[in-house]
């Protein structure tokens, strides 16, 4: 029998147990390539002496600089999500640390701009770099249709997971009845 199921799947394709262990195969992929630029993203943070936000920063604000483009604290506190006085610490630690300077706005004397300096792009550079240059390396070769494939599959999981679960209604037990939230 599993003969006949074997030349089944020749003419008929992939048994659904084939595609989910595939399916499960690219996922499981995906997990260890997330969990190694996770361990990554701590070791540039560290090195850099930095934390999440403050390199998110930095990194922003130099993708702005190669835009020519300037970026203000309330620009910031909107990339990042946080409040405004989470921002403004965010930047005190970096200008402390060597890594922004606050500019004059050119017209505005109330408002300021947030720049990284030569420095921190130095730094970055000299940290990211190399691994920059091996993830190239790692994709450059692919085929049009492979670059393809990979950018759908990771669109796809992007909608997967940015999309919020709907809120059951459950009947409310009488333990959780007297829990306030």
Known sequence: MENGSQAS????????EDRRRRAVDVLQAFRVYRAAEVAMRRRTRESMSMGENELLVLRYLLRASGQDRQVSPSELTRYLGVSTASTTAII???EKSGHVTRVPHPTDRRSIYIVATVASDAEVRATLGSMHSRMMAAVVDMSPEECATVIACLGRLQD???QVDPHVEVEPSPIAADVVL
Request: net charge negative; hydrophobic share 35%.
């Open 92 to 94: 005190d630690r970096l």
């Open 9 to 16: 799947r020749y003419w008929y394709g992939a048994s659904e």
């Open 160 to 162: 997967a997971v940015d």
